[in-house]
């Protein structure tokens, strides 16, 4: 504000101030909005509604359901350091709900890392193996009819 202002210059340049302070907060509502649907769209129920939205026919998702850290320590084969299981049930079944039906499973063991010591008395050495187990889901869309087998 300048020092010699006219009330109404005053009242114009406030104006346009608190008009640029509701279109910044506009901008960051929306930045956040648009945060939050990324986010979604990141989880297996986001992509099984952006699929049915799409129309797709199938969807996959990998779930991990199962974890497991070790570690090979001198004189041990192996050291168990953390073994944590999941449940994708609740996952599985909120993806259904949305309209799609569980067709197939399979399982993978994915390593994610080992280490290894050498064998106490003996030659050789000893390794463990860490990993995730991922579930690999595939659905049907249920809006879309069931090819005819001969």
Not at 59 to 84: H, K, P, Y
């Amino acid at each position: 504000m300048g020092l010699f202002d006219t009330p109404e210059e005053k009242a114009a340049k406030q104006a346009a101030r608190e008009q640029e302070e509701r279109e910044a907060e506009q901008r960051r509502a929306a930045q956040l909005a648009e945060q939050e649907r990324r986010a979604f769209l990141a989880t297996p129920i986001g992509q099984a509604t952006a699929a049915k939205q799409e129309g797709l026919a199938f969807l996959e998702i990998q779930l991990t359901v199962g974890e497991s850290q070790r570690q090979a320590m001198f004189g041990s084969a192996d050291a168990r350091v953390s073994d944590q299981r999941r449940s994708a049930a609740d996952t599985l079944g909120r993806i259904e709900a949305l309209g799609w039906r569980l067709e197939h499973v399979g399982y993978v063991f994915m390593m994610t890392g080992q280490s290894s010591t050498d064998k106490v008395f003996l030659s050789g050495e000893n390794t463990s193996v860490s990993g995730q187990m991922v579930g690999i889901y595939l659905f049907r869309n249920t809006d879309h009819p069931m090819p005819a087998t001969t």
